[in-house]
T-cell receptor, first 117, second 113 residues
Framework: AQSVTQPDIHITVSEGASLELRCNYS??????LFWYVQSPGQGLQLLLK??????LVQGIKGFEAEFKRSQSSFNLRKPSVHWSDAAEYFC???????????????FGKGTHLIIQP | ETGVTQSPTHLIKTRGQQVTLRCSSQ?????VSWYQQALGQGPQFIFQ???????GRGNFPPRFSGLQFPNYSSELNVNALELDDSALYLC????????????FGSGTRLTVV
């Protein structure tokens, strides 16, 4: 069965410092990959997605992610975090050939990002 | 372009009752999926609707059911509520192919007491 692992439950970063959030997946085929952000009590906002092509993808709010097939990883990065980046971050995958995404997204358990002033 | 809207935002139900949650999809999207997010967990896929029919389902019992209407809006119904059904329920709209991505609503917080 497919699975997504986000090894870090909590990460604390100083404002202005760089950030990397880890995501590993287990899947039969290379899935489509997503990063979402969730503020407290809110829904999910898409940061970026990877389907194919250039393995370094740019997203909103200055985020980027790199797909590494050999490591089954899709880590999220930001060169300089802002206090407003404090939130929950979710990595998600979906089967690319499921005839309409009917398997749904499989999410990791999330990483809670805390920003220190 | 309107986003995904869900109603109500919060509700409290008693164990054994039934509940209906509603979702209006983003303009142009014809596929709706529902997710359950327990506290401190990632969302879990419940089911997806396309052309008013369920075309995918996660590991949820039959007391979780849904509908999609001709305007692509959707309902999630949960019968015989259990305490463990307390969660944030998220609706996502999309096109049928996953490579267009998914747009999520802000969710409905259900508390079962």
């Amino acid at each position: 069965a497919q699975s997504v692992t986000q090894p870090d439950i909590h990460i604390t970063v100083s404002e202005g410092a760089s950030l990397e959030l880890r995501c590993n997946y287990s899947y039969g085929a290379t899935p489509y990959l997503f990063w979402y952000v969730q503020s407290p009590g809110q829904g999910l906002q898409l940061l970026l997605k990877y389907f194919s092509g250039d393995t370094l993808v740019q997203g909103i709010k200055g985020f980027e992610a790199e797909f590494k097939r050999s490591q089954s990883s899709f880590n999220l990065r930001k060169p300089s975090v802002h206090w407003s980046d404090a939130a929950e971050y979710f990595c998600a995958v979906v089967h690319p050939y499921s005839g309409g995404g009917a398997d749904g997204l499989t999410f990791g358990k999330g990483t809670h990002l805390i920003i220190q002033p | 372009e309107t986003g995904v809207t869900q109603s109500p935002t919060h509700l409290i139900k008693t164990r054994g009752q039934q509940v209906t949650l509603r979702c209006s999809s983003q303009s142009g999207h014809n596929t709706v999926s529902w997710y359950q997010q327990a506290l401190g967990q990632g969302p879990q896929f419940i089911f997806q609707y396309y052309r008013e029919e369920e075309n995918g389902r996660g590991n949820f019992p039959p007391r979780f059911s849904g509908l999609q209407f001709p305007n692509y809006s959707s309902e999630l119904n949960v019968n015989a509520l259990e305490l463990d059904d307390s969660a944030l329920y998220l609706c996502a709209s999309s096109f049928p192919s996953p490579n267009y991505g998914y747009t999520f609503g802000s969710g409905t917080r259900l508390t079962v007491v």
